[in-house]
Every structure is written in structure tokens, then in C-alpha cells.
């Protein structure tokens, strides 16, 4: 893998509007540093001590991203430096991640993860639980936390078709939302094998992994 080579392959490919997460979990280091000389501010993890460690290490300027499901215990310790949660998935853990911020003085950007797939998944929610905490009385007292967009994981299969669909159905649900809640301006969806599809489908931030920095053992 000739990782800036590929950074520079994908920021010639995406449209200027797209922003690039260059997801860099399991990898070390150095594969990352290699990334950031080419250019690359914005990375992603999903293992929040993988992520504080990695922070502690590398530049300053990155843009840290937390992609993965998100513990509720382990907010604090992302809480100084995370730029972008693209998963929370209830209030609960949004209350938290707002009580964190707080005592780091900040305000944490945050998507909310609805579940797309039609395949069981694990991790999402409903477009009725998304608005329920988008209209919450709760969510308007939150000072330190701010709801900047949504973000979907389409079925792991070859059926683009299948993909497309899901992926339109996430973008028809953005387009819905933000005529009620106008400060949503991120659309977090396509990972290495169907970005092409998400961002056809409206996509304003990809989460790309193993096509930059080859396969995760
Ligand atoms: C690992 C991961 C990615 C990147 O996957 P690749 O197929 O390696 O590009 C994207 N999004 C999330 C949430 C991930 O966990």
C-alpha cells in the first residue's frame, strides 16, 4: 500500500465538498504520519483508548473523528480533543458526551447514527427516535453538545443496487430533517467498497479505511 499516494488518489477523486475520514484504527503510528504528510487533517478511530493514545502522539493539527459504537464510561476520556462522534445513538449518551464537554469547555460536534441496513443490525436508530431527540426538551438545554448531521452504515453485500437504495433512503431522511432542523449539514455515509454509490447519493463525508491504508489483520 502506498498510502499518500493513495490520500492524493482520493482527494483528486471526491468532489471538493466531500470531506475525507481516513479511517485509521488497528494501524500504527507511522502509517498515519505517512497519511498526514500527504496532506490528511482528518482521521478516524473507534476504540476511544486506541484514539487518546494515538492523540497523545501525532500532531496537533488532526482532526480526530470517532466512528464506532460509543460506551458511555469512556466519553471523559475523549472529551478534550474529539472533534466529530458520527454514532451516538440515544439521549442518554448524548447527555453525557454534553457533561463532558462542559467540564472540558468545549462543544462537541455529534451525528446521529440511523439505522439504514435492511439486514439486522446492531447500532442505529429509527428516523422517529432521531426526531424524538432532535425535538427533546432535553436536547434544547444541552449548551455543550451540538447535532451537526446523520450518519449510516449501508448492508455489507455486493448489491449495489441494494446499497443505493439504503443509501437514498438515509439521504431522503437528511433532506426531510433539514427543513425542521436547519443545523444539519453532514451526511456521513460510504466506507472503501460502496463510497462511490454514497457519494452519487449525496454524501458530504466518506469513512475510508483499508483502501488507504490496506486490510486490517
Ligand atoms: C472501519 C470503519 C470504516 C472503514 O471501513 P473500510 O471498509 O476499511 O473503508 C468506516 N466506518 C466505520 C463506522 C468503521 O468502523
Redesign the pocket.
Known amino acids: 500500500m502506498n498510502i499518500s499516494e493513495n490520500i492524493k488518489k482520493y482527494r483528486s477523486e471526491l468532489p471538493e465538498h466531500v470531506k475525507l475520514v481516513a479511517?485509521s484504527?488497528t494501524k500504527p503510528n507511522e502509517d498515519l504520519l505517512e497519511a498526514y504528510r500527504a496532506g490528511q487533517r482528518i482521521f478516524?478511530e473507534?476504540k476511544i483508548q486506541e484514539m487518546t493514545d494515538k492523540w497523545e502522539q501525532l500532531p496537533k493539527d488532526i482532526e480526530w473523528h470517532m466512528?464506532?459504537h460509543v460506551q458511555r464510561n469512556k466519553v471523559k476520556y475523549m472529551a478534550p480533543f474529539v472533534s466529530l462522534i458520527?454514532?451516538v445513538d440515544s439521549l442518554k449518551l448524548l447527555k453525557e458526551i454534553n457533561k463532558r464537554a462542559k467540564q472540558n469547555e468545549r462543544t462537541i460536534n455529534c451525528l446521529l447514527q440511523i439505522k439504514i441496513a435492511e439486514e439486522d443490525s446492531k447500532f442505529g436508530i429509527s428516523r422517529e427516535e432521531a426526531r424524538e431527540i432532535l425535538t427533546s426538551e432535553a436536547y434544547s438545554k444541552m449548551n455543550n453538545v451540538k447535532i451537526i448531521g446523520l450518519m449510516g452504515?449501508a448492508t455489507f453485500t455486493d448489491d449495489m443496487e441494494q446499497v443505493k437504495r439504503e443509501f437514498q433512503h438515509l439521504k431522503s431522511v437528511f433532506d426531510d430533517f433539514r427543513q425542521e432542523f436547519p443545523a444539519l449539514e453532514e451526511l456521513s455515509m460510504g466506507?472503501?467498497?460502496d463510497y462511490q454509490v454514497a457519494v452519487d447519493c449525496g454524501s458530504s463525508m466518506v469513512?475510508?479505511?483499508?483502501?488507504i491504508f490496506g486490510a486490517?489483520n
Not at 207 to 211: A, P
Open positions: 479511517i484504527k478516524g473507534n466512528v464506532g458520527h454514532a452504515m466506507m472503501s467498497g469513512r475510508i479505511g483499508s483502501s486490517r
